[in-house]
């Protein structure tokens, strides 16, 4: 069965630190994407990333980075010098190809972020 | 360019009222999806569209859900009669192939009181 934890409900962090949001999937198929997605206060669900399960490069965008290791099933992902307009719901997810011919979405719980001026 | 639309962005109805979500996919974006999210919850997939056709529908909770894509274009959710059960925030996405990133909307929160 498909799985995705984020063990981490909420965190709280000062303006200008860097947080690390976890993110540990299970899934049997070789073939899968891992994706991030923000959730602002309006409620879209606003994406972030997408990797393939074949490419375990680590990606940098501005202040965004995300550490994809399959030997310990982890996609975490950082962020430097956090600003406020950060603050958000981040879901991980895990796409994978169900039986149907569907690529499904495996959403975690969510990791809801506050960064404090 | 115009992102996924949904409407109405929150609906209060009573349990037993029908009530119907619409949502408006990025144009020329054949993959269209459903998912729901109960209070504190993961967020679940419901059903995937592809063009008109349902692809997947094995995520719907129960017949009282129905969902409908007419033309391959907009899609409309329907609840009826609704529980108090059907209450989150009800998310439609859309995605140009299968397996690239699927584009959510804001969601519409449904409340059943």
């Known amino acids: 069965a498909q799985k995705v934890t984020q063990a981490q409900t909420e965190i709280s962090v000062v303006e200008k630190e860097d947080v690390t949001l976890d993110c540990v999937y299970e899934?049997?198929?070789?073939?899968?994407?891992l994706f991030w997605y923000k959730q602002p206060p309006s409620g879209e669900l606003v994406f972030l990333i997408r990797?393939?399960?074949?490419?375990?490069q680590n990606e940098i965008s501005g202040r965004y980075s995300w550490n994809f290791q399959k030997s310990t099933s982890s996609f975490n992902f950082t962020i430097t010098a956090s600003q406020v307009v950060d603050s958000a719901v981040y879901f991980c997810?895990?796409?994978?190809?169900?039986?149907?011919?569907?690529?499904?979405?495996?959403f975690g719980t969510g990791t809801r972020l506050k960064v404090l001026a | 360019e115009a992102g996924v639309t949904q409407f109405p962005s929150h609906s209060v109805i009573e349990k037993g009222q029908t009530v119907t979500l619409r949502c408006d996919p990025i144009?020329?974006?054949?993959?269209l999806y459903w998912y729901r999210r109960v209070m504190g919850k993961e967020i679940k997939f419901l059903l995937h569209?592809?063009?008109?056709?349902?692809?997947?529908e094995s995520g719907m909770p129960n017949n009282r859900f129905l969902a409908e894509r007419t033309g391959g274009t907009y899609s409309t959710l329907k609840v009826q009669p609704a529980e108090l059960e059907d209450s989150g925030v009800y998310f439609c996405?859309?995605?140009?192939?299968?397996?690239?990133?699927?584009?959510f909307g804001q969601g519409t929160r449904l409340t059943v009181v």
């Open positions: 996405a859309s995605s140009l192939l299968q397996n690239t990133e699927a584009f």
């Open positions: 899934t049997r198929d070789t073939t899968y994407y």
């Open positions: 990797r393939n399960s074949f490419d375990e």
């Open positions: 997810a895990l796409s994978y190809l169900a039986p149907s011919g569907t690529y499904k979405y495996i």
């Open positions: 144009s020329g974006h054949d993959n």
């Open positions: 569209f592809v063009k008109e056709s349902k692809q997947d």
